[in-house]
């Protein structure tokens, strides 16, 4: 997501428009392909905070998008607590945008969802996610947190439908089904570069399109699209035991989220308003 971004900022030196990207990697086979791109990379690792002190004072805008640990039984997001501590140390960048995830508001029954929406998580993803946009809106600098739903791009890895529906994964049957939301990571891009300049303080967006599809459906149009079998129904009952936890966690929510304050505050035109129209791409 972090080069797909670079590629809407256009770095300086290519664009004439004064924009430096850094970026940060703890990865030092990254390096050179960063560069190619325009990007300066700075090395160290968002798990060791002492590393990151290079940070203090070098960006006037910050686009976070590390997801917290996964460690069973972790509550807080030591990633971003290390950043923003690091961040702290001198002049506060300008802005700060968060990418977080549409999971803090846990279950809310296919219900349409604003931002004003009290957070519910309902899992630790969840949990975590909520430690981390608290931690950055009272950080004391200007933050915009961004609530991201399913990202999908046919050149993302794991980006489409394909993949699960050759394995045959079943899908829940119309009446236990549940709405879910989605981003081609395009569209994604460009909501988060748009943040850094846009962005009101202590703000909180959806980084949603316009599709209003339930799980199945959704999975039916992407077979139909590829020309491969609709994933077999079944009901909720026989999930709990035939479906990976992980996948039936993404099951047992079920939320429409608005997406005003993406078209009105940030002013971003959807290049994939639905899913129809980015898996066509």
Not at 52 to 70: F, K, M, Q
Not at 93 to 110: E, I, N
Request: aromatic share 4%; net charge positive.
């Amino acid at each position: 997501m972090g080069q797909r971004a670079a590629r809407v900022l256009q770095p300086a030196g290519r664009s004439g428009r004064g924009v430096a990207l850094l970026a940060l990697t703890r990865d030092t086979s990254r390096q050179d392909a960063l560069r190619s791109k325009g990007i300066r990379p700075l090395l160290g690792d968002l798990d060791q905070p002492a590393t990151l002190r290079r940070l203090a004072g070098i960006a006037t805008r910050v686009l976070h998008l590390a997801p917290p640990p996964s460690t069973p039984g972790l509550a807080l997001d030591p990633r971003t607590m290390a950043l923003l501590q690091v961040l702290r140390l001198r002049s506060l960048p300008f802005s700060l945008v968060y990418g977080s995830t549409s999971g803090v508001y846990g279950d809310c029954q296919g219900q349409w969802v604003a931002e004003s929406r009290s957070v519910a998580p309902a899992t630790e993803r969840g949990l975590r996610r909520v430690n981390a946009e608290r931690a950055v809106r009272f950080a004391g600098l200007r933050a915009s947190i961004l609530r991201i739903p399913g990202i999908y791009a046919p050149d993302r890895e794991g980006g489409t439908p394909r993949a699960r529906l050759l394995r045959g994964t079943q899908v829940l049957q119309a009446d236990d089904d549940v709405y879910t939301n989605h981003i081609h990571a395009d569209d994604l891009a460009r909501a988060c570069v748009l943040a850094l300049w846009r962005g009101k303080a202590q703000r909180i967006y959806h980084v949603s399109d316009d599709t209003q599809l339930k799980m199945g459906d959704y999975f039916d149009l992407a077979a139909d699209l590829y020309g491969l079998p609709r994933p077999p129904r079944i009901a909720r009952e026989l999930a709990a035991t035939a479906l990976p936890a992980t996948l039936l966690s993404f099951m047992s929510e079920s939320r429409r989220m608005r997406n005003q304050r993406l078209k009105t505050e940030l002013r971003l035109a959807l290049r994939y308003p639905t899913v129809l129209q980015g898996l066509k791409e």
